[in-house]
């Protein structure tokens, strides 16, 4: 194991893992933060709810990508943790934790009984592929947002990266951070006294159920989380991987189901994160991505150890440095994921609409755009090609077979 991991072993892959480390701690963590404070969650709660998800997802993705040597980054759902923003300040927090429990065990049933590899296979690829590229483009967008608030940072990292992009495009990534450090390292005040890290102590709290919990906030976390398997998992198969949605669903519901008592609200194959990790910017042998998992699983490891503690080290990075790195990073992918979109003529309205509604940005009842997109491109499609005469039809899934690069 370990000889194959040094043979195995790239900068390029372990740049990427590190970014996607990093933007996880820097953006949607803090998201935790904000619904911890909404719900007037003391420290050691809040210090037990991120050592839950990082231990989860640090377990989930080492566990997966070594399995099967492909870039599985373990993560938790960013919009379901913004539901939780006004959900823990409506629902007891006891009432907040039996929801996580009853979640994690429907997500485990849907992945061990198949009944999700079903759901995966009448989905049509193209709308899928059009959901990505809208969620993408959100990100791909604030590399120039992130221009006009932090031109000082942000315009070397994107100089460095096209000029590294024309002459050794496998390190255009790294290049394009090792320069945003650079420039960020002089203008970050650090004070050593006011970083105080502290192993974190878990503590189980005992869940209780509601009704009106289960179904206000129970079910739309739900649907988020499936919603995070399907893309995550189509941005796999994009990337060239044999994954099976029963094993990677399967074995992140198993996993979070005893951290729900600790504050998990269920952890998933990272969607964004994750292309950074499974695109050729990580490396050009398909073979040799999953490195970055390893990179940032074990990443996932360390940081729980500390809990909230840590996130005060992140937060010292300047927030245009990351956004523009992930953006960078999702470029090739965002492509790829248009193309895909658009390949089949009778399916371009219907993915168009998919990936106008998930650009969007609208949300009704807790639920996020992707989630609206998807549903607006079936039912679009399905208007467009029905014939009275031989009833509804059912959207073919023209999604063409990938080897597994192994």
């Not at 919990?213 to 739900?222: K, Q």
């Not at 398997?229 to 979070?256: E, F, K, M, N, W």
């Not at 950074?276 to 490891?301: F, K, N, T």
Request: aromatic share 8%.
């Amino acid at each position: 194991m370990l000889s194959r991991l040094k043979n195995d072993f790239s900068t390029s892959a372990a740049i990427a893992g590190l970014i996607a480390l990093f933007a996880t701690y820097s953006g949607p963590v803090l998201i935790v933060v904000q619904a911890a404070q909404a719900g007037h969650l003391p420290h050691e709660l809040l210090s037990t709810w991120i050592w839950a998800l990082s231990i989860g997802a640090g377990v989930a993705g080492l566990l997966l990508t070594l399995r099967h040597r492909m870039p599985v980054i373990g993560a938790w759902s960013t919009p379901g943790v913004a539901l939780l923003i006004t959900g823990l300040a409506q629902y007891p927090f006891s009432d907040v934790i039996g929801c996580f429990l009853i979640l994690t065990i429907v997500v485990a049933a849907l992945g061990l009984s198949g009944l999700f590899t079903r759901l995966m296979a009448v989905l049509p690829a193209q709308l899928l592929s059009a959901m990505i590229a809208g969620v993408l483009f959100q990100f791909c967008a604030k590399i120039f947002q992130s221009l006009q608030s932090f031109p000082g940072v942000v315009l070397p990292v994107i100089a460095a990266y096209v000029v590294c992009r024309r002459f050794i495009p496998r390190y255009a990534v790294a290049f394009a951070l090792l320069t945003g450090l650079a420039c960020a390292l002089p203008g970050m005040q650090v004070d050593p006294q006011s970083i105080d890290l502290r192993i974190a102590v878990p503590l189980a709290t005992r869940p209780t159920f509601a009704l009106d919990a289960l179904l206000g906030l129970g079910l739309p976390l739900l649907l988020l989380g499936l919603t995070q398997y399907a893309t995550s998992i189509h941005i796999l198969r994009q990337a060239g991987y044999d994954i099976s949605p029963r094993s990677v669903v399967g074995a992140c519901g198993l996993i979070s189901i005893p951290l729900s008592l600790f504050g998990s609200c269920g952890i998933n194959p990272a969607a964004i994160v994750g292309a950074i990790c499974a695109s050729s910017e990580c490396h050009e042998d398909p073979r040799r991505r999953y490195i970055s998992g390893v990179v940032c699983g074990v990443g996932y490891l360390g940081v729980g150890i500390f809990g909230a503690s840590v996130v005060a080290l992140f937060a010292l990075l300047p927030p245009g440095l990351t956004t523009t790195l992930a953006g960078l990073a999702l470029l090739g992918t965002l492509v790829s994921s248009l193309t895909t979109s658009l390949a089949v003529e009778s399916q371009r309205e219907a993915s168009l609409i998919t990936f106008i509604v998930t650009v969007s940005g609208m949300s009704f009842f807790g639920l996020g755009s992707a989630l609206w997109g998807l549903l607006a491109g079936v039912l679009f499609g399905v208007v467009l090609t029905w014939k009275p005469s031989l009833g509804l039809p059912r959207l073919k899934n023209t999604e063409q077979g990938t080897g597994n690069p192994r």
